[in-house]
């Protein structure tokens, strides 16, 4: 007999494509410092393009809505997503715009810092979405995160409502939402940075992150999921409370830590895993990347969390 491979239901991403330029320092510099760092290196990135690519490597069948620059930065990036197997026809290109840019320094504790210039992330519309609402219909998750305009990523919260489709919100970069967007989520993943800022509270471990989780829940949303980094993840619904710790690694670098963990979360839920056991997924599949370097770089596929 042979194992068959779980049916995944399509993925959609609406979200941010960047060019992540990355130097590795030993320290942040201080203001008016000139600080000698390591090494430098160019790698795509984006947090909606890594949730995508994140998405793929761990069995997701994936479609990206979003914009490139006609550039040499877009023009790889695009390239980047036909090598995943990322629907990309819904990618757009604006002319005269730059493609979206992030400045990360990756320090000795394998923290980052990052700028973005947002570029042609900013140029996705709402109207983009619409066109593309049809995608909805049937699928298995619509997963979202704020590096593009929030009346973009309401409006493409509701279409998904109206189809039925779920709704993922990666709410970062860290940024107050419209009280509209919370009935329309059903998965809320903020970091203890996110959910410190969606709050008022000060989020550093699971006891706070309770507390935190439990305010959100009373906005509407279904499932709140507040990553912890090396202390796991904390899960809350209408069933209760549920901390699961973190894979003890030694991290060089947490870029993109977080968009590895929704990839397989998502892609866990999408193939119908129970939400415990799409969270495991997610963690697993986070936990290496923070041994590697880069954004996509450092993201796993699949068969080597099987292995
Ligand atoms: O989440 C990591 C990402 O944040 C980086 O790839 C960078 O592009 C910024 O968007």
Known sequence: MTTQKPSTRRLVVVGSLNMDLV???????????TLTGYDFATHPGGKGANQAVACARLGGKVTMIGRLGNDAFGHSLRDGLIAEGIADDTVGCDEGTATGVAMIMVDDSAQNR???????????????VEQQA????????????????????????????????????NPAPATSLPDSIWPLIDYLVPNETEASLLTGLTVTDPASATEAAKILLTKGIRNVLITLGAQGVLIANSEGVQHLPAFPVDAVDTTAAGDTFIGGL?????????????????????????TRHGAQPSIPYRAELDS
Do not use: F, W
């Open 23 to 33: 130097m590795r320092v030993p320290r942040a510099p201080e203001a008016g410092e």
């Open 114 to 128: 990052i700028t973005l210039a947002p570029g042609t992330n900013a140029k996705l519309t709402p109207a983009h």
């Open 134 to 169: 049809a995608l909805l219909d049937g699928a298995a998750m619509l997963i979202l995160q704020l590096e593009v305009p929030m009346p973009t990523v309401l409006r493409a919260a509701e279409l998904a409502n109206r189809y039925g489709c779920p709704v993922l919100l």
């Open 266 to 290: 998502s892609t866990g839920l999408a193939e119908g895993l129970p939400l415990g056991d799409a969270v495991r997924l997610g963690q697993r599949a986070a936990s290496v990347s923070v």
